[in-house]
């Protein structure tokens, strides 16, 4: 039986909570979270997909505007600088991963950040950790609300699903809507939330994330303005309760201004992946690796093509079962892909999933060679879940590995140098050193900053643009 009230609390909970709330735990994971966003965001401006996306965003016009990452000089509407940008961050399948399953950072930071830079009074960092935590937290709890939420999904992709409400309840804490009105935003967002799985390893799939960071900060607006909604959109089964068949909801705990706040993030730590692709790959990737070194340790000069069959045992997903990816998405989700190019390159990087790459005749002939399984006891849970791999030789050997948790799962969680590491080399695609570092500064220090505006100064920056326009301008002079 659903218990009334919860909606009333979520709204309670966004309007009440402060920056006094905050736990250093908290502060540290939502840094890193931001950082390791911004970096893929930053590396995801040079997909096709951001750039369509952001010709159809110019077209729209606005009394006031944010900035769009790494593109200076250029702005549009602050849900289209939300959309934008979010479509970047998911891009590449780069962005960071939670249990239960969704993507968390990516609809919530775009959303803030626009809405941040609009504001009169900017706010201090704090209170931006604050929005961002609270646009985490809200998504963390209603995933908790379904038991079906922890397996990997089948139907629906759960950033555009709690990822909408997560941009909601941040972006109505940054413009201080009351209790009502947080209410409301949370209602209106629900109306825009979903978007089918079949759209995963499509270009389609990184607009779930724009999405839900722009109908998030369009519905606060809009609550803003005096729209209204279901005041128990939470309470009810044909309310949020539709995405769930075994939604069973709990209201949150009163907060009041003193009192000790328990963050879903306190407890749960983030996965930041080590390459661009769907989580699941990570495990596979990692079992490919150790059988490729135990291979190569007997056979050092041996050649790649004296495997004979290749055997991944993976939990059964359908979406990314793709034997013979085509395009650079469904390479992403594709375990047969992500295999192959570690066993031949001993890793899995951004330039794996290159035209270059994808294409050569020695991947292409592996691909033939993989056969999945898929064991009962290997459940579809990315908490539980495995990978086996056996590679075959035509000498008849067999060299075997499993992966029960990479490095970079919430349980492994990647070191601070590594995750800063992961951020310089995606940022330097398109950032000067400088900058890089003075947004990796920035971020360490948002908690003691009086005001967060350096921060969306920094992402504006693109050295490639920036170097046309010095070019132009010293050929305009001579």
């Given amino acids: 039986m659903i218990r009334k009230g919860v909606t009333e609390s979520f709204g309670a909970a966004v309007s009440c909570l402060n920056t006094a709330h905050l736990t250093d735990e908290v502060i540290r994971r939502s840094k890193r979270m931001i950082l390791d966003t911004l970096g893929v965001g930053l590396l995801g401006t040079s997909t096709p997909v951001f750039n369509t996306v952001l010709q159809y965003s110019q077209n729209q016009q606005a009394l006031k505007n944010s900035k769009v990452w790494a593109r200076p000089g250029l702005s549009v509407p602050p849900q289209y600088a939300a959309f934008v940008n979010g479509?970047?961050?998911?891009?590449?399948?780069?962005?960071?991963?939670?249990?239960?399953?969704?993507?968390?950072?990516?609809?919530?930071?775009?959303?803030?950040?626009?809405?941040?830079?609009?504001?009169?009074?900017?706010?201090?960092?704090?209170e931006l950790l604050l929005a961002f935590s609270i646009g985490i937290e809200v998504q963390g709890r209603l995933l908790r609300f379904s038991k079906e939420a922890y397996n990997i999904p089948k139907r629906f992709h759960p950033p555009a699903v709690v990822g909408v409400m997560g941009s909601a309840a941040a972006t109505a804490k940054l413009l201080g809507l009351p209790l009502a009105q947080s209410i409301a935003a949370l209602a209106i967002a629900c109306s825009s939330a979903g978007a089918p799985m079949a759209n995963a390893a499509t270009q389609t799939k990184p607009l779930h994330m724009g999405n839900a960071a722009r109908g998030g900060l369009e519905a606060s607006e809009l609550a803003l303005l005096g729209l209204e909604g279901n005041t128990q959109i939470l309470d009810l089964e044909s309310g949020f309760g539709a995405f769930y068949p075994d939604y069973i909801p709990c209201p949150l705990a009163k907060v009041t201004p003193t009192s000790h706040y328990r963050w879903v993030l306190e407890n749960?730590?983030?996965?930041?992946?080590?390459?661009?692709?769907?989580?699941?790959?990570?495990?596979?990737?990692?079992?490919?690796?150790?059988?490729?070194?135990?291979?190569?340790?007997?056979?050092?000069?041996?050649?790649?093509?004296?495997?004979?069959?290749?055997?991944?045992?993976?939990?059964?997903?359908?979406?990314?079962?793709?034997?013979?990816?085509?395009?650079?998405?469904?390479?992403?989700?594709?375990?047969?892909?992500?295999?192959?190019?570690?066993?031949?390159?001993?890793?899995?990087?951004?330039?794996?999933?290159?035209?270059?790459?994808?294409?050569?005749?020695?991947?292409?002939?592996?691909?033939?060679?993989?056969?999945?399984?898929?064991?009962?006891?290997?459940?579809?849970?990315?908490?539980?879940?495995y990978c086996e791999i056996s590679v075959e030789t035509t000498q008849g050997e067999k060299f075997t590995a499993r992966c029960d948790t990479f490095y970079g799962?919430?349980?492994?969680?990647?070191?601070?140098?590594?995750?800063?590491?992961?951020?310089?080399?995606?940022?330097?695609?398109?950032?000067?050193?400088?900058?890089?570092?003075?947004?990796?500064?920035?971020?360490?220090?948002?908690?003691?900053?009086?005001?967060?505006?350096?921060?969306?100064?920094?992402?504006?920056?693109?050295?490639?643009?920036?170097?046309?326009?010095?070019?132009?301008?010293?050929?305009?002079?001579?």
């Avoid at 500064?441 to 992402?459: E, I, Q, R």
């Fill in 268 to 385: 749960q730590n983030i996965a930041q992946k080590r390459f661009p692709a769907h989580l699941g790959m990570h495990w596979v990737a990692d079992a490919a690796k150790e059988a490729r070194a135990k291979f190569l340790d007997k056979y050092p000069d041996a050649d790649m093509s004296q495997i004979e069959k290749i055997t991944l045992k993976v939990p059964s997903s359908r979406y990314v079962d793709c034997p013979l990816p085509v395009t650079e998405h469904q390479a992403r989700h594709s375990f047969q892909f992500n295999c192959c190019s570690a066993l031949l390159d001993g890793d899995v990087t951004v330039e794996s999933f290159s035209k270059s790459q994808m294409n050569r005749r020695p991947l292409q002939q592996m691909l033939l060679k993989v056969n999945l399984e898929n064991p009962k006891d290997n459940h579809s849970s990315f908490e539980t879940m």
């Fill in 87 to 126: 479509v970047a961050v998911h891009s590449m399948d780069f962005d960071d991963t939670w249990h239960p399953a969704t993507h968390p950072s990516g609809a919530v930071l775009p959303a803030i950040l626009a809405v941040a830079e609009t504001l009169p009074i900017k706010p201090s960092g704090l």
């Fill in 409 to 478: 799962h919430w349980r492994k969680p990647l070191s601070h140098e590594d995750l800063v590491k992961k951020f310089r080399a995606n940022a330097l695609t398109v950032l000067t050193p400088d900058v890089v570092e003075g947004i990796i500064y920035t971020v360490d220090n948002l908690d003691k900053s009086h005001d967060c505006s350096m921060l969306w100064s920094y992402m504006h920056f693109n050295k490639y643009h920036m170097k046309q326009k010095e070019e132009h301008r010293c050929s305009v002079s001579v």
